[in-house]
């Protein structure tokens, strides 16, 4: 039952953090149409972007937890 | 006599893998890193107008789509279920080649308005050169993870092969996440 339920919630949090990460695609691409100078804010959502996969997609915290068993 | 083990203090195997992993990858970025203040140094804020802003935003959303891929791959595994993990590693395969072809697409026009040897050729073609040969070296590895995934390797329980994998397909991701404004956005 835990099994079932923690393979949907990482199934479901792939799709939140794609659909984040296709949005800001989206106004990224936008401002860099529309808005002049564009530079700072695509900046900004760059390192938003970056963020999110690091951290959900890379998992990084994973570095400072040590009882993770797996080979 | 001591024996050699495998379990450093309160360090185990997989954390002085990841460990040893994300430090590659620091010292990867710092190569992305010199390319891209190489850019601005070099440009400035400039971009060229001939860049085919229509296979740039496609060629980013393929790349970010099959972020999404390599992540269900590796949950998958994590999770025992080897079917999934097997069809989410292939559709990564594909979508990493649609990606190299894009930027072939992108190099073949680019060549045309600024060929290597002018001032924005340079800097595009070293910046994309060297992601597409990330993007090369992903694939070949993602291509060793399917195979060995149909002949029964990795489980549950035996997943560093994917994991490190999976990790270095979404740092390539990252890197085009700061390539690609930098290139075709900015102004």
């Known amino acids: 039952m835990k099994e079932a339920t923690d393979k949907s919630f990482r199934k479901r949090l792939g799709w939140i953090i794609f659909i984040a990460l296709a949005v800001l695609t989206i106004i990224e691409f936008l401002v860099g149409a529309l808005v002049h100078p564009a530079t700072p804010y695509l900046v900004l959502t760059a390192i938003v972007k970056a963020g999110l996969i690091v951290y959900y997609f890379m998992h990084i915290a994973q570095l400072w937890r040590k009882d993770d068993k797996h080979k | ?187």
Not at chain 2, 20 to 27: A, N
């Open chain 2, 1 to 187: 006599m001591t024996t050699v083990s495998l379990q450093h203090g309160r360090y185990n195997r997989l954390s002085i893998n990841r460990l040893g992993l994300w430090l590659f990858i620091l010292s990867e970025s710092g190569i992305f890193a010199a390319l891209l203040f190489a850019r601005f140094y070099l440009l400035g804020f400039e971009r060229a107008s001939e860049l085919n802003q229509t296979i740039g935003l496609i060629i980013t959303s393929i790349l970010l789509i099959s972020s999404l891929t390599a992540y269900r791959a590796e949950s998958a595994i994590a999770q025992g279920d080897r079917k999934a993990f097997l069809r989410n590693t292939l559709a990564t395969i594909l979508l990493g080649a649609v990606f190299v072809i894009g930027v072939g697409i992108e190099w073949s026009q680019a060549f045309v308005h600024f060929p290597p040897n002018q001032l924005f050729g340079t800097v595009f073609f070293s910046m994309t050169g060297m992601h597409a040969f990330h993007v090369l070296t992903g694939l070949i590895m993602l291509a060793l993870l399917y195979l060995n995934g149909r002949q029964g390797a990795y489980s549950a329980e035996d997943h560093w092969g994917p994991e490190a994998v999976v990790k270095y397909w979404h740092f390539v991701d990252v890197v085009w996440v700061f390539f690609y404004p930098a290139l075709y956005l900015v102004s």
